[in-house]
């Protein structure tokens, strides 16, 4: 029988289960990158099959976030939240003990589905137990914080279980975690289901994920095939259509997956492209980092984790100072601060040698961090601006999906762009091979930078402020309430 005291220690409970779920989700998507060049090694990979063990993952992961969400308001949040757990669990499980690449590609899609049900949902039932505005915004922003918290000491965390227990104990390390929340969520996480939840749209869905993976698989496997040959041409296509099939679809329907009036608001917007330019830059980051840190300076994996310590320490710095600044100043400043600290850093790396030196590998990793740890409180905040609380939701959710979608082409492009060089198992050649990704991440951090200006503005706002009227629905009857909460 689960707890069902709605008390200061009971609130807490479930904040706590809840962000045990995100920060084995968010540890997920860093710490597999420092264990990339032992996978390669022990399984014989190519880069491109490295590409995908981490781009099943968030591919997958972005195109389940929406339909995971309004599932779990129709069927109950806790039911979801406790299928999620065992599905990822399920998944690590069968990660760590895959016999090839291609198993390990198909399991992380499993730990992929699984995950999708646990941030959207875990959100959902945060704001549901929170229901005071002072209260919930300390418990969401507690929530902030473990997101970059989680994300910045992967590799950190990877490197140390990499060189003690092999690069398989990276997922092993999920099960306990899992496992924890799961007793928790049944002990002391009421259900609770929406009082009028959204259809499912599954047409939209399949566009969005038919779209996605076309385009990321056409990307990645572009150099090796051929990128005029029949199968990237038609795959390229492929995602057109979808997107082209997406844009008619959606306007057509009354509870889109995607409701396309929100692009109307420049903030709403440009956060979904600042979150895109943002994680591509990090994931991008991560993976160029992990290959040279490993492959050309010859650092093992828990030296290689502890040269990224300064990223992970600067992300835990001003996660929460940025989050100060939204609230005292507005996203302006420090989304402008997050993409002029990301470019900083990729400036120090576009001429990465082999023989580059500690103290600027330190400063572009110090530089990073603090960009990526501005960014992420203003990017919801943007969002979010002018909407009506009814959808804010939804647009929290759209943005989430954006971050995802990031990480999926960062890795995509920059591993693209590294060539033939990562077939030579003695790193020969390797730091010149990273430059073009440089140039990359600088451009995504100057994107960030402009977009932030751009979008914050007060013509950007009055947009919001329109497109937020045009979202307002209906009241609804006297008496009718929000959400039921069926506690047990």
């Known amino acids: 029988m689960a707890f069902s005291g709605t008390g200061r220690h009971g609130k807490l409970l479930v904040l706590f289960t809840c962000c045990l779920s995100l920060f084995i989700v968010g540890l997920d998507n860093t710490i597999l990158n420092v264990a990339l060049p032992s996978i390669r090694g022990d399984l014989n990979a190519s880069v491109s099959q490295l590409q995908w063990t981490i781009d099943a993952y968030t591919l997958v992961l972005a195109s389940l976030l929406m339909v995971a969400g309004s599932t779990a308001d129709r069927i109950g949040r806790r039911r979801v939240f406790q299928t999620g757990l065992v599905l990822f669990a399920a998944g690590s499980a069968l990660c760590g003990l895959a016999p090839g690449l291609g198993w390990l590609i198909a399991f992380r899609v499993v730990q992929a589905v699984g995950g999708s049900m646990l941030n959207p949902v875990a959100m959902s039932i945060i704001t549901n137990t929170f229901t005071e505005p002072r209260e919930r915004a300390r418990a969401i922003g507690v929530w902030g914080a473990v997101v970059g918290i989680a994300m910045a000491l992967g590799p950190v965390v990877g490197g140390a279980l990499v060189d003690s227990a092999g690069w398989r104990s990276v997922f092993w390390i999920n099960l306990p ?163 002029l600290a990301i470019a900083a850093s990729a400036a120090l790396l576009v001429g990465l040698a082999d023989d580059t030196s500690t103290v600027r590998m330190v400063a572009a990793y110090s530089l990073f961090g ?119």
Not at 215 to 228: D, K, T, V
Not at 280 to 306: H, I
Not at 434 to 445: A, E, P, R
Not at 457 to 467: D, M, P, S
């Open 177 to 339: 975690v899992a496992l924890a929340a799961l007793v928790l969520s049944a002990l002391y996480v009421p259900e609770s289901k929406a009082a009028h939840p959204r259809r499912a749209d599954p047409v939209g869905q399949s566009l969005v994920f038919a779209f996605l993976l076309s385009l990321a698989y056409a990307i990645i496997e572009g150099r090796a095939a051929g990128w005029s040959s029949p199968l990237i041409l038609a795959l390229f296509a492929l995602a057109a259509g979808c997107l082209t099939g997406l844009l008619y679809w959606s306007p057509r329907r009354a509870e889109p997956l995607i409701d396309l009036r929100f692009f109307r608001s420049v903030p709403f917007a440009g956060s979904t492209v600042i979150a895109v330019c943002t994680f591509a830059s990090m994931s991008g980051f991560l993976f160029l980092n992990t290959l040279y840190l490993q492959d050309a300076r010859g650092y093992s994996p828990t030296e290689a984790g502890l040269r990224t310590l300064p990223m992970a320490l600067m992300t835990v710095v001003f996660s929460p100072i940025s989050g100060r600044l939204v609230g005292r100043v507005g996203p302006r400043v420090p989304l402008i601060a997050a993409g």
């Open 370 to 488: 603090i960009g990526f740890g501005l960014v992420n409180a203003p990017i919801t905040n943007t969002a979010v601006s002018g909407m009506p609380r009814a959808q804010a939701g939804v647009a929290s959710a759209i943005a989430s999906t954006s971050r995802q979608v990031g990480q999926s082409f960062g890795v995509a492009v920059v591993g693209t762009t590294m060539g033939s060089v990562l077939s030579d198992p003695g790193g020969a050649g390797l730091a010149a091979a990273t430059h073009t990704g440089w140039w990359i991440v600088l451009g995504c951090g100057v994107s960030v930078a402009g977009l932030g200006m751009l979008t914050t503005g007060r013509w950007a706002l009055r947009t919001a402020e329109r497109t937020g009227a045009e979202l307002m629905p209906a009241a609804p009857p006297a008496g009718t309430p929000r959400t039921t909460d069926v506690r047990q």
